[in-house]
């Protein structure tokens, strides 16, 4: 994935999927043979092929909403952070206040202790509910929203601190406004039926809710209309998710002045003060048009409404902290009908992701002294420094390429910043609060916590020792502004990486993502940025239309791809991951035979060649089921391709994947070498 600029935005007790090493052989091992369909024909559907027999074996679990190999190791993983977080729960109180062991400890403990969390129902939430409903005017109004954004709920005003995009060296403010409980602009705005029931289902959710809290059918009736307003006309004012993808598009510096003079009907200068943000310098307002309609509203709104809307975003932002009866309604909407879940996962993992999301690194250090092997790191960071070199090989043989553009390339992929595993600097809470008394406060205090460290950078210089993602994940990203990728600890593990497996394999599943992450500092929104993360064209015009011509033919091939009938992928949204995967893939193909140099070729393990394995790998790496709800939801807003399509999608346009095979014209897996798409 990759982090979008301005918005630092994706009964299981398993043993770790990891295969024991092959007896009294010195082989490597291949890919697990046994999840291959061998009676589907690679050069049909190789997805279906590679992972047709492990899903046959491995129904999809009701508390899934996707579902891959790694998926597995995703459950094994949060069962090894379950383990952490019970054996610090039995020695916190031994622990000095605020150690990680008595942070990770405490927050588990009062999360678990469900009948605690019951008993208290919405007693947590009543002094800021008897805030709300005293606002009788507006400037207690804004200061209201701004408590709300300093436990990190917009209700909708938001604050950030992001790179300066003309002075990197430098953090500034981001001015936003958020607040929507709908995915996105157009689950309000269109009248077709997959959008048109969410809004039905969420409506419905909106009142449960609130008769939950205690208000009456009327009110509860009366509230909903209140909160479709106040979102809808939000909604309307907002761009869509293809043209936040352009980085011009929401670079709009100004001064404090000029925020206050867009909108002047927010008290700015009370919420910079409370937040801590200085008022001098430069700041961003990604959406300016959005921030007007916001101030229109706050006026033109009746102040009850306005009541309703903030008693909703605080209930439903909290509900999976409360009791039962709210989380639940919680997971009725949020996992259920708009992903398909079809039960929630249990207690002791939501409890595990809440420990992740608040407090990750604290959680996340005890992680990687246990799990992860120094030698994994290594290895990782090899295999990225010889996927870098084959970007930059790659970059040389273009010949759509001038000189001169290949010369800012190069600058820019020598700049990259390669971090793997952790964090050399661990984040220190100071501050925070945790005890076993009431689990809301706890989240509250690690949010408060992460507010203020985010908005603490504003007006210094950048920390480029920062993560943001925590060591456990599973996933990766690239960062355009600060030009680095970064390779969380829980990436090396089968599916994705396997110590005692075949340099194919290795390639194949997190060479691809690594590969994949590269390829975003140079595909069409990276391809805007220069070396130092500056927002600034250093295409020459003929090189860039060349490149265009390049990520069209991308955006063309994924428009194809149908999830159902009449819902098609949005090309443009993913035309940025669908150029990493395919990127990826072929730059992770180039450097695993780069790298076997004088060392000669891997042998064939269970009657796949290493070419064979390398893309077997690629397919149980990336290949996924997804619940059509889920599938829905993300074809309205998730700029990755679904599973399915980023294992067919990239590998469809590599001749060195049909020859692999020995695929033929005509065969699926084979697009016609007219509409070939190839970048890197
Ligand atoms: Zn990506």
């Known amino acids: 994935m990759r982090l979008v600029p301005f918005l630092i935005v994706s009964a299981l007790s398993l043993a770790l999927p990891v295969p024991a090493p092959a007896a009294g052989s010195a082989t490597p091992r291949g890919v697990p043979a046994e999840n291959i369909d061998r009676a589907a024909p690679p050069c049909g559907d190789f997805d279906a092929y590679a992972n047709g027999q492990w899903r046959a074996t491995h129904p999809m679990p009701d508390i899934q909403t996707r579902w891959a190999i790694r998926s597995v190791t995703e459950d094994a993983t949060r069962a090894r952070l379950r383990s952490i977080a019970e054996e610090d729960a039995a020695k916190a109180s031994t622990q000095p206040k605020g150690s990680p062991a008595q942070l990770v400890g405490d927050f588990y403990a009062a999360c678990i202790d469900e009948k605690r969390v019951d008993s208290l129902g919405l007693k947590p939430l009543e002094p800021t509910l008897h805030e709300i409903d005293s606002i009788r005017e507006l400037p207690a109004l804004a200061a209201e929203m701004t408590r709300l954004e300093g436990v990190g709920i917009s209700a909708p005003v938001n604050l950030t601190a992001m790179q300066n995009l003309h002075d990197t060296t430098q953090m500034i403010a981001g001015v936003g406004i958020n607040g929507l409980g709908l995915p996105d602009r157009d689950y309000y705005l269109r009248d077709e039926p997959r959008f048109k029931d969410v809004r039905e289902k969420y409506r419905a959710y909106i009142h449960q809710m609130l008769m939950a809290a205690g208000s009456s059918d009327g009110e509860a009736t009366q509230a909903v209309t209140a909160v479709l307003a106040i979102e809808t006309a939000l909604a309307r004012a907002r761009l869509s998710r293809v043209e936040l993808r352009d980085p011009k598009a929401i670079d709009h510096p100004m001064s404090f002045a000029e925020l206050q003079a867009l909108a002047p009907h927010f008290d700015w200068a009370a919420a910079f003060r409370t937040l801590g943000v200085p008022t001098t310098g430069r700041l961003n307002v990604g959406q300016p048009k959005l921030v007007q309609a916001f101030d229109g509203l706050l006026v033109a709104t009746p102040l009850g409404d306005w009541r309703a809307y903030l008693r909703w975003r605080l209930l439903d932002s909290s509900a999976e902290y409360l009791s039962s009866a709210f989380d639940r309604l919680h997971f009725g909407f949020h996992d259920a009908a708009l992903n398909g879940a079809k039960e929630q996962r249990p207690r002791w993992q939501r409890c595990v992701i809440a420990t992740d999301r608040k407090i990750g690194e604290a959680l996340g250090h005890e992680y990687v002294d246990r799990y992860l092997p120094p030698e994994a790191k290594a290895r990782a960071r090899t295999m990225a420094q010889t996927i870098v070199d084959e970007l930059k090989l790659s970059i040389q043989s273009r010949d759509w390429m001038s000189a001169a553009t290949k010369a800012k390339?190069?600058?820019?992929?020598?700049?990259?910043?390669?971090?793997?595993?952790?964090?050399?600097?661990?984040?220190?809470?100071?501050?925070?609060?945790?005890?076993?008394?009431?689990?809301?406060?706890?989240?509250?205090?690690?949010?408060?916590?992460?507010?203020?460290?985010?908005?603490?950078?504003?007006?210094?210089?950048?920390?480029?020792?920062?993560?943001?993602?925590?060591?456990?994940?599973?996933?990766?990203?690239?960062?355009?502004?600060?030009?680095e990728i970064v390779v969380p600890a829980g990436y090396l593990q089968p599916p994705g990486f396997d110590a005692a497996g075949l340099d194919a394999i290795n390639y194949g599943a997190v060479g691809v993502s690594i590969g994949h992450e590269i390829s975003h500092g140079v595909d069409d929104e990276g391809a805007q940025f220069a070396a130092d993360g500056r927002l600034e064209n250093w295409w020459t015009d003929a090189d860039y239309k060349a490149f265009q011509a390049r990520t069209a033919c991308t955006t063309n091939q994924y428009d194809g791809y149908f999830v159902e009938?009449?819902?098609?992928?949005?090309?443009?949204?993913?035309?940025?991951?669908?150029?990493?995967?395919?990127?990826?893939?072929?730059?992770?193909?180039?450097?695993?035979?780069?790298?076997?140099?004088?060392?000669?070729?891997?042998?064939?393990?269970?009657?796949?060649?290493?070419?064979?394995?390398?893309?077997?790998?690629?397919?149980?790496?990336?290949?996924?089921?997804?619940?059509?709800?889920?599938?829905?939801?993300?074809?309205?807003?998730?700029?990755?391709?679904?599973?399915?399509?980023?294992?067919?999608?990239?590998?469809?346009?590599?001749?060195?994947?049909?020859?692999?095979?020995?695929?033929?014209?005509?065969?699926?897996?084979?697009?016609?070498?007219?509409?070939?798409?190839?970048?890197?």
């Open 409 to 483: 390339a190069l600058d820019k992929v020598n700049a990259l910043n390669i971090k793997v595993g952790y964090p050399d600097k661990w984040k220190d809470y100071a501050g925070v609060q945790v005890d076993r008394a009431t689990h809301l406060e706890d989240v509250w205090s690690a949010s408060r916590f992460a507010v203020r460290d985010a908005l603490g950078q504003i007006g210094k210089p950048i920390d480029r020792g920062r993560w943001a993602m925590t060591p456990p994940t599973m996933n990766a990203y690239y960062s355009p502004e600060m030009n």
């Open 565 to 680: 009938p009449g819902l098609h992928l949005q090309g443009k949204l993913v035309t940025g991951e669908a150029l990493g995967d395919l990127g990826g893939v072929n730059l992770a193909y180039r450097a695993y035979h780069r790298s076997r140099g004088s060392k000669g070729p891997e042998p064939t393990v269970d009657g796949f060649t290493p070419d064979q394995q390398f893309f077997l790998a690629e397919a149980h790496w990336r290949g996924s089921l997804v619940r059509p709800e889920a599938l829905r939801t993300a074809v309205a807003t998730d700029p990755h391709p679904p599973g399915h399509f980023r294992v067919i999608g990239p590998l469809s346009n590599m001749p060195e994947f049909q020859k692999a095979f020995s695929c033929k014209e005509g065969d699926a897996m084979v697009r016609a070498e007219a509409e070939r798409c190839s970048v890197w």
